[in-house]
């Protein structure tokens, strides 16, 4: 079946640090790819989406791109502020599964001043 | 557009008791998800409804779980009786469909402590 792997946590880095979170998949198809954010207490935010291979999505600062023959989806910020802190997510869905949403354990940041 | 939402945030209870989680997703959309996401893990599927019908409910735990979506809007999710390990964050999200994507918005989730 479809599995994430995501590295553990927790990260902790320096403001204005380059942070990297690495997201490697396995699926029977062709998924689309997700990076979801959780901040304390609440509930899950979509970050940003890739549909097919080289695609890159980004939003707020993070960037992330679909890389079929390493089937990865990295996620990176070049300098993270102390907003930044939350847990992050990589998931993955098919259209044959019925794009129900399968996740990583989630990697815990937190970005100190 | 407002988001989906949830109730209650919080709640207590005590084992082998029975508790109901509501949801109402955003408007529009067709299909609506339940996830359960224990401390320190992602979230996993508990069930997908599509309108008011079930599309997957395989890891539902039919036993003391059950779901219902009336009229294909809102949805609640029951626990009876529950067990300790059912301490967990239920999140229920909602979806549509933009091109070629599902794109699924979430709730801000119940936090369910069964003692």
């Known amino acids: 079946g479809d599995s994430v792997t995501q590295m553990e946590g927790p990260v902790t880095l320096s403001e204005e640090a380059f942070l990297t979170i690495n997201c490697t998949y396995t699926a029977t198809g062709y998924p689309s790819l997700f990076w979801y954010v959780q901040y304390p207490g609440e509930g899950l935010q979509l970050l940003l989406k890739?549909?097919?291979?080289?695609d890159k999505g980004s939003n707020k600062g993070f960037e992330a791109t679909y890389r079929k023959e390493t089937t990865s989806f990295h996620l990176e910020k070049g300098s993270v502020q102390v907003s930044d802190s939350a847990v992050y997510f990589c998931a993955l869905s098919e259209m044959a599964a019925g794009n129900k949403l399968t996740f990583g354990g989630g990697t815990r940041v937190l970005v100190k001043p | 557009e407002a988001g989906v939402a949830q109730s209650p945030r919080y709640k207590i209870i005590e084992k082998r008791q029975s508790v109901a989680f509501w949801c109402n997703p955003i408007s529009g959309h067709a299909t609506l998800y339940w996830y359960q996401q224990i401390l320190g893990q992602g979230p996993k599927l508990l069930i997908q409804f599509q309108n008011n019908g079930v599309v997957d409910d395989s890891q539902l735990p039919k036993d003391r779980f059950s779901a219902e979506r009336l009229k294909g809007v809102d949805s609640t999710l029951k626990i009876q009786p529950a067990k300790l390990e059912d301490s967990a964050v239920y999140l229920c999200?909602?979806?549509?469909?933009?091109?070629?994507?599902?794109?699924?918005?979430f709730g801000p989730g119940t936090r369910l402590l069964v003692l």
């Open positions: 999200a909602s979806s549509i469909r933009q091109g070629i994507i599902e794109t699924q918005y």
């Open positions: 890739a549909t097919k291979a080289d």
